[in-house]
């Protein structure tokens, strides 16, 4: 029996969470054969989803279809949202109650071609997935690939599937890495107005716009630098 805070939609396809039609029943159900804990198949979702979707800012981003999960499975690659929403799609479909949590975060240690290329150290609408497990909601962050955070000599996120894991504060040499700024909260969905609506704000019209052009023009997928 789940709480009343467990809605049915967070076991439900959602307008961009969605995978009637694809193959992600088929894929969940591989990754999570022969597992019988609940915490165990989340944590055999989480680590497919973190390691072997890699973690790439410079993903498409404007249009409904570059979140829905098999899209971003069949990619290969996403940033924290698309990468989220897969998640969040692999656990519904495996009977694990989930939605999308968003803050706003402060990144200390990513590299100058991305400080260039956003204008911003602020990660505007940053995603991580909240789930149902062992009869309490818990957080887990499926951002960064563990072999991008060996590059960057930051902490991957370990999750167990029974305690929440988020981006570690410090790296590796105990500078600062992340910082928390500003909850936003819980949806059932992507709510892709919203969050373009704040990545105008925050990081200008225009220059979200530049980058909508140069992924219609034949940008690089160029892993983070």
């Avoid at 039609?21 to 054969?33: C, I, Q, Y």
């Avoid at 499926?142 to 599937?161: C, Q, R, T, Y």
Wanted: aromatic residues 12%; charged residues 25%.
């Amino acid at each position: 029996m789940h709480p009343e805070d467990v809605r049915p939609e967070y076991l439900e396809p959602a307008a961009l969470i969605r995978w009637d039609g694809s193959r992600l029943p088929e894929r969940a159900a591989r990754l999570t054969a022969g597992i019988d804990d609940e915490a165990d198949r989340a944590r055999s979702l989480f680590l497919f989803v973190r390691d072997q979707v890699k973690y790439n800012p410079y993903s498409p981003f404007w249009l409904p279809e570059h979140y829905y999960p098999e899209n971003v499975l069949d990619r290969g690659y996403g940033y924290c949202v698309q990468k989220s929403a897969l998640l969040v799609a692999l656990l519904r479909i495996s009977g694990i109650p989930a939605r999308m949590v968003f803050a706003d975060i402060r990144n200390h240690r990513f590299s100058a071609k991305l400080l260039d290329y956003m204008g911003a150290d602020l990660f505007t609408y940053h995603a991580y997935v909240d789930l149902f497990v062992g009869g309490k909601w818990i957080q887990a962050t499926p951002s960064f690939e563990k072999e991008l955070a060996d590059k960057l000599e930051i902490f991957p996120v370990d999750f167990n599937g029974r305690e929440t894991a988020v981006l570690h504060h410090l790296d590796r040499l105990g500078q600062v890495h992340i910082e928390y700024v500003r909850d936003i909260g819980v949806f059932a969905d992507v709510p892709l107005g919203d969050l373009l609506a704040a990545w105008d704000r925050v990081y200008g019209a225009e220059r979200v716009q530049l980058w909508r052009q140069a992924f219609e023009g034949g940008l690089s997928q160029d892993a983070l630098a």
